[in-house]
C-alpha cells in the first residue's frame, strides 16, 4: 500500500500548536503554487500568522474539509484574517489533513488556534473555559458542522448575532431537512432512538443550539446563513450562498490528467452501513469494468481493510494528505473519477470545472447493507446520488452482471 500525494512531513514538536506528524508514508511533494513552510512552533491554543485577527469572525472546525469550506466561505465573502479554531480529533489521519489545512489557512492570512479538545477529561472544561471570551466578544461565527456536540454546546455560550453554516460533506443535506421539520439534529447513519443516557444529559444544550440555528422571525436580529454546494430547499428566513469552489480553482491548477480511472473510497463500512465484503468486492469489479488503477482512501477507512483492498483488488491505495478537492485539482489525476455516494460527486464537478475531467457515481445496492444499517441509509444515499449534477450514473447491479 502506497502513498504518493503521502503526508507532509514535518519533526515532532512536543507543545506545537500544529501537531506532530502522526501518519507515516512517503513524503508529499510540494504543492504547486504554495511556497515552502518554515517549520514553527507555538503552544496549544496560541494564535498564530502574521495578520492581525479578526477578532469579530470566529470559525469552528473538526475536519480538513470543514476547514476547507471555511476558507472557500472567506474567500467568497471577503472576510479577511478571522480567527478559525481547530478543535483537533484523535484520528491520525483527519489531524494529519487538518494540520496541511491549518498551514493553508494561515497562509491566506487567517488565525489558527489549535485546540487539543479531546486530550484527556479535564480537556472539554479547559478549552471551553479558553474559547469563552472569544465566544462572547464574537459578532459572527462559523461551523462546519451542526450535529457535533461539541459545536453544539459552544453555540450556547455565543452571543452572536449572525450564525453561518459551511458544508460537512452531505450531511449538510440532513442537517437541513431536520431544520426545516423541527427536529433533533441526529446524524443520517445513527441507529437506535438517540435517547441514551448521555443523549439525555445533553438534550439541553442541543435544544438551544438548535434554536440558534433556527433563523429568527422576519424583522429579528439574529440571522442564520448556509454555505452550500449541496443541493439542498432551506426553510424560510435561511441566507443561502453558493460554494462554487472559487479560491480552490484560482489557487491549484489546472491538473494534469493520467489515461486511467481513479476510484474514490468511502467510509460506509467504518460506520456500519455497508458490509466490507460486498465492498471489497464493489470496487474490485469497478476497477475491472474502468481500468482504474488508483484508490484514493478516506481519512476514516481502517487500515485493516485498506490492505485487503490492495491484496484483493490490485489498486494502488493513496492516501491523500488533503481534502480530494485540492488533491484533484492540483493532480494529476485520472480522467474519470469513480465514487459512491458521497461528498465528493457533488463538489468535484466544481472544483474540476473547466477540465476535462469526467466524474461517475456507482449506486449503492440495498444488499450490500448490514443489518445494523439506519432505516434511513439507504434513502439518503439515493438522495446524494440521484441529486448529483454534471455526473454519470453506475448502476452497480447491472455492472456486476458485467464483471
Known sequence: ????????????????????????????????????????????????????????????????????????????????????????????????????????????????????????????????????????????????????????????????????????????????????????????????????????VFAPFSATARRRLTPAPEGGRRTVGLFSSMPVEVPPGVRVTTNEFAWTRGRFGPPRLTRAADIVGTSLVETGVVDVDRYLTAVGTLARTHGATRYFAHRRESTEKLHRLANETGLEVVRPDLPLELIARRGPIGRLIVSFPSTVVHTLPLALLGTEVKVAVCDIDPEWLTANASPRAQGFLDGVTGTARDVQRLPFTQRMAAG
Open 1 to 200: 500500500m502506497s502513498s504518493p500525494e503521502g503526508i507532509s512531513a514535518a519533526p515532532a514538536t512536543p507543545g506545537a500548536e500544529v501537531p506532530p506528524q502522526e501518519t507515516t508514508g512517503t513524503p508529499a511533494r510540494r504543492l504547486l503554487g504554495v511556497p515552502r513552510q518554515r517549520n514553527r512552533t507555538a503552544r496549544a491554543g496560541e494564535r498564530t500568522g502574521e495578520a492581525a485577527p479578526d477578532t469579530g469572525t470566529l470559525a469552528f472546525v473538526e475536519s480538513p474539509v470543514q476547514l476547507l469550506n471555511v476558507l472557500e466561505w472567506a474567500y467568497t465573502a471577503k472576510a479577511t484574517a478571522l480567527t478559525v479554531v481547530v478543535l483537533s480529533p484523535h484520528d491520525p489521519m483527519t489531524r494529519g489533513q487538518l494540520r496541511r489545512m491549518a498551514e493553508l489557512a494561515r497562509e491566506e492570512g487567517h488565525t489558527v488556534r489549535w485546540e487539543e479538545a479531546r486530550g484527556g477529561p479535564t480537556a472539554p472544561l479547559r478549552t471551553i473555559g479558553g474559547l469563552t471570551p472569544l465566544l462572547r466578544r464574537a459578532r459572527r461565527v462559523v461551523i462546519g458542522d451542526p450535529f457535533s456536540r461539541y459545536v453544539q454546546l459552544l453555540l450556547t455560550l455565543t452571543r452572536a448575532r449572525d450564525l453561518v453554516v459551511v458544508d460537512d460533506g452531505t450531511a449538510t443535506m440532513e442537517f437541513i431537512s431536520q431544520l426545516a421539520r423541527g427536529e433533533r439534529l441526529v446524524r443520517w447513519h445513527r441507529h437506535g432512538s438517540g435517547r441514551g443516557a448521555r443523549d439525555l
